[in-house]
Each structure stands twice: as C-alpha cells, then as structure tokens.
C-alpha cells in the first residue's frame, strides 16, 4: 500500500479546505471500501480527509421528511424509529446490506460512493475501463454472471452495489452537497451516472466536493413499502436483483407507486416505465407483470447474466402482489 497523510476535519468547512490542498486527498467514511481498494491500490490516494466526525443527526424536516447527516452510519439509520415508521424500505434495505460489524463502521456518504464488485475491477491483471481508461472491459466476454443488463455500454457493464441506495431512489430522495464553489442539491435518481464511454464518472460529484446530508421527503405512503433482495446465499452477499417499492391504492386504482431495482445497473435503477403503466390502473397481478415487461424491455443479457431479466420481473410482481395484498395502503 502507498504511503499516505492522515487529516481529520471537524466539520464541512475544514474538510473541503483540507481536500483541496491536494489534488490526490480522498474522504475517508468508515474505510469499509476506500481501504480495501487502498490495500488493493486500486485506489491511491496521497492523503485522507476523515470526515466521520460531521453530522450524524437524523432528523425530520420542516416538511416532514427526514435528513440524514452524511456520517450517520448506516446501523444507526437502520435503527433510527422515525426511519422505521416512515420508510420501512430504507431500514429493511440497510439491514440487508453487508454484515453488522460493516453497517457499524459504514456511513451514508461512504456507502452512496462505494465502487462496483465487478471482478475484473478488483483485477488488476484484467482489463478495465473503469480502473484504466481505455484498457478495454475483460467482464462483457468473459464471466458476467453479477453484471448489468439495463443501461450498460460497450464501455463497462458494472453495477452499482448498494442496498441502501435503491431504496433511496425509490424515497424521491435528494444528496446535499458542498464544495469550494458553495452548497448544492442534487436529485438522486440524477446523482449516479451511467457508464456511457466514461465509466470512470460515476456520480455528478465534483472534485473535492463533500456529501453532508441525504434529505428523504415527506412522503405518506411509503410506510407501507418494502425491500426484497435476491442473492446467492442468505446473508453477506451482494443482489442479483433487488427491488424497493412503496404502493398506494385508491378505489381499486393505484394511486401512488414508487419501484426501484438494484443488481441491474451501475446505478441504483428507477423503474419508471412500470410507475407510469400502473398509476391509475388496477393492482392486479396481471397488471404487475405487464407493469415489469415494460420496465425490463430494453434489457439486455450477457452470457451469464441473462436470467437477471426474468427473475427482475418476477422479482417486481412478487413484491407488488405483497404490498397490494398486506402492506400498500387501501382507502
Ligand atoms: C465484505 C463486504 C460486504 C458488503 N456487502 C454489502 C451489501 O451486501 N450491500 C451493500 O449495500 N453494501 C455492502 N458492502 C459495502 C459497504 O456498505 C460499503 O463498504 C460502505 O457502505 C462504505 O461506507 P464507508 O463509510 O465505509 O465508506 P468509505 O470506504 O470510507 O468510503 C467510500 C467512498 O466514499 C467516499 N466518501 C466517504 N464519505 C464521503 C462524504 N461524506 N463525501 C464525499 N465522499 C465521501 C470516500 O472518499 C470513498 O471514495 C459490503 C462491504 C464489504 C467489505
Ligand atoms: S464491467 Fe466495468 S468495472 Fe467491470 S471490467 Fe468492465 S469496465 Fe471494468
């Protein structure tokens, strides 16, 4: 591992004074990603910035939602009991994140920045666009069964591997961030990128710029939402598919619907297309399958992964069918 400073900011201003003084600083969370990456040198920076000591309140909004400083670890967020009642599917998807000792030490801002499980990318006897631009992608010929099949490119067709990041797309949620140039919000659903011929940018991030806080809005029916994740073994692996969805149904017509997948795509993927074909229309099984066509028509399978796009669908109908039967609201 390269040699490195260590610096820890008391608060916003001083990390983003003490990140600027060098062009190679990086943030360091609860060191979960960054130092593994670090002792892989993959990544490797010439100073770390500790930031563990900014906000770590979670508290509810003028609107009542919910902010969540970019500290907060994610066990805490997980417990939290507003975040509980308010949005089940955020705490259920932390929890089924990682291992506890991790979402002990992991903090919001660390895990909405934690970088692909793709092997070649861990490889550095591989080829990879991401670690190396331009070096080519050894994952689209070679053994992609973890892989992307919406919105990839001839460039890299990695996923994004956060949990909580899915259920955070579902929740309409905001990043708060700042930087030498000021404070700024950016949506979540435009905070991630998609690989394009840069998979190297994976968020709308700047240099230097900070998370401080992710903001969730008032949103009254997604306490009746849920989080399912299906992986190879029962704890302490990453999704194949996962799905977050909150459901509101209104005189037999639905009248809200928030759907998320995660394992799909380098980013946390907002299942627009079935929110549009299902609002206003029937909470029925058949509408919930059509609902998940839609979604998954411009998929595409690679040689391994290809039965990612069946079980996204049912994964989808599943999880809707369980919300319409026991937990959307009906009125
Ligand atoms: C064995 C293992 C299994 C795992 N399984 C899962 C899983 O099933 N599901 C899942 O979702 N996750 C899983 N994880 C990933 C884990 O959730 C992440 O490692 C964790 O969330 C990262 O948080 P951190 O605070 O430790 O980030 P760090 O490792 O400290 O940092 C990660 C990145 O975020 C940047 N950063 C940190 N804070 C800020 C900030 N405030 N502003 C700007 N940049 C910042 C750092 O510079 C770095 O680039 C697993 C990890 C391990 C090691
Ligand atoms: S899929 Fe992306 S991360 Fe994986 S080898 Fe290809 S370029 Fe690298």
């Not at 949620?173 to 979540?188: Q, T, Y």
């Not at 401080?212 to 692996?237: G, L, Q």
């Not at 909150?246 to 993927?269: C, F, M």
């Not at 049912?314 to 809707?320: A, E, G, N």
Request: glycine residues 8%; aromatic residues 6%; charged residues 25%.
């Amino acid at each position: 591992m390269k040699n490195f400073t260590y610096s820890r900011a008391e608060n916003a201003e001083s990390a983003i004074i003490l990140i600027s003084s060098n062009a190679d600083a990086k943030f360091l969370g609860g060191g979960t990603n960054l130092v593994d990456l670090m002792r892989e040198n993959i990544e490797q920076p010439d100073a770390l910035v500790d930031v563990t000591n900014l906000s770590k309140d979670i508290e509810e909004t003028a609107d009542g939602g919910i902010s969540i400083g970019a500290a907060a670890k994610n066990t805490a967020v997980a417990n939290d009991k507003k975040v509980r009642e308010k949005f089940p599917v955020l705490a259920q998807a932390i929890l089924f994140g990682a291992s506890g000792q991790i979402r002990n030490m992991a903090t919001v801002g660390g895990n909405l920045l934690q970088r692909t499980r793709c092997y070649y990318f861990y490889d550095d006897a591989a080829r990879c666009n991401k670690r190396e631009v331009g070096s080519g992608c050894d994952a689209i010929g070679g053994f992609n069964r973890i892989h992307a099949i919406l919105g990839t490119s001839d460039a890299c067709i990695a996923t994004h591997p956060s949990d909580m990041c899915v259920a955070l797309a579902a929740l309409d949620a905001k990043v708060l961030v700042e930087g030498k140039h000021g404070k700024r919000e950016i949506a979540f659903n435009d905070f991630h990128k998609l690989p394009d011929n840069t998979p190297q940018i994976e968020t709308e991030l700047q240099t230097g710029e900070l998370i401080t806080a992710v903001e969730i809005p008032k949103n009254d029916f997604a306490k009746h939402s849920i989080y399912r994740k299906v992986r190879d073994r029962a704890s302490y692996a990453f999704a194949l598919v996962s799905v977050a969805a909150a459901l509101e149904v209104e005189n037999d017509a639905i009248k809200n619907v928030r759907i998320a997948l995660g394992g799909v795509a380098h980013k946390p993927w907002r299942a627009f297309e079935a929110e549009n074909f299902l609002t206003g229309n029937q909470a029925t099984g058949t509408n919930f399958r059509q609902a998940a066509e839609a979604e998954l028509k411009a998929a595409k399978g690679y040689e391994h992964n290809s039965f990612k796009i069946e079980l996204a669908k049912r994964t989808i109908v599943s999880v809707l069918k369980e919300l319409a039967e026991n937990g959307g609201i009906k009125r």
